[in-house]
């Protein structure tokens, strides 16, 4: 395995493992509705995300630099979708997690969310900056970051799956989720106002 291979399946486990918007979706998903439900979601979010670093390295990144009020335009309109979806989040924090309210996070629900999302847009321009080179083609580097982000994405979803039970009592589960509105609404805002 080369260096290169190496440093960047580094970068792919950190930049895929690490709290964003789509991980902590996943793991609210994965607690309410469970693994099963959890997997097209994983699946889309991380073909998405495969997909940002593909058309980045195919040089969408120097359109979009190009078209700078589009850029800013996908920002903002994914601060609001993510900003809805924490509104969403706190309102339906108490309710039961058997319970069948609250509109299921959807295959593509996470994959427009990727789509949007400024931490995968800023990821994918330091895929390519850092690490598109002969040796490692655009094609492979999406493909072992597509590689990389299932196991991850689905760590989130196990960890929602294996909180399940604790979070049956009522106020376990009315802070579990009001956390995660907060730390999606964090999430959100701080890629956008840096």
């Excluded at 918007?21 to 991380?46: D, E, Y």
């Excluded at 989040?89 to 509109?103: E, F």
């Amino acid at each position: 395995m080369s260096q290169s291979l190496l440093a960047f399946l580094l970068f792919a486990l950190v930049s895929s493992i690490s709290p964003g918007p789509t991980n902590l979706l996943i793991l609210a998903h994965g607690a309410r509705r469970g693994m099963r439900a959890s997997l097209a979601p994983i699946l889309a979010g991380c073909g998405a995300a495969a997909a940002v670093v593909l058309l980045v390295g195919l040089g969408l990144d120097e359109l979009l630099a190009r078209h700078a009020q589009v850029q800013h335009m996908m920002n903002w309109a994914g601060v609001v979708w993510l900003s809805v979806l924490a509104w969403r989040m706190l309102r339906n924090a108490g309710q039961p997690l058997d319970s069948a309210s609250g509109k299921p996070f959807t295959a593509l629900d996470a994959a427009s969310l990727q789509v949007i999302n400024p931490k995968v847009w800023m990821m994918a321009v330091a895929v390519i900056g850092v690490f598109a080179a002969p040796s490692l083609p655009i094609w492979q580097l999406a493909l072992v970051f597509l590689l990389v982000a299932l196991p991850c994405m689905t760590a989130w979803a196990l960890l929602g799956v294996g909180s399940a039970r604790w979070l049956s009592r009522p106020g376990r589960l009315l802070w579990f989720n009001r956390t995660l509105a907060v730390l999606l609404l964090a999430s959100a805002w701080t890629a956008v106002l840096r």
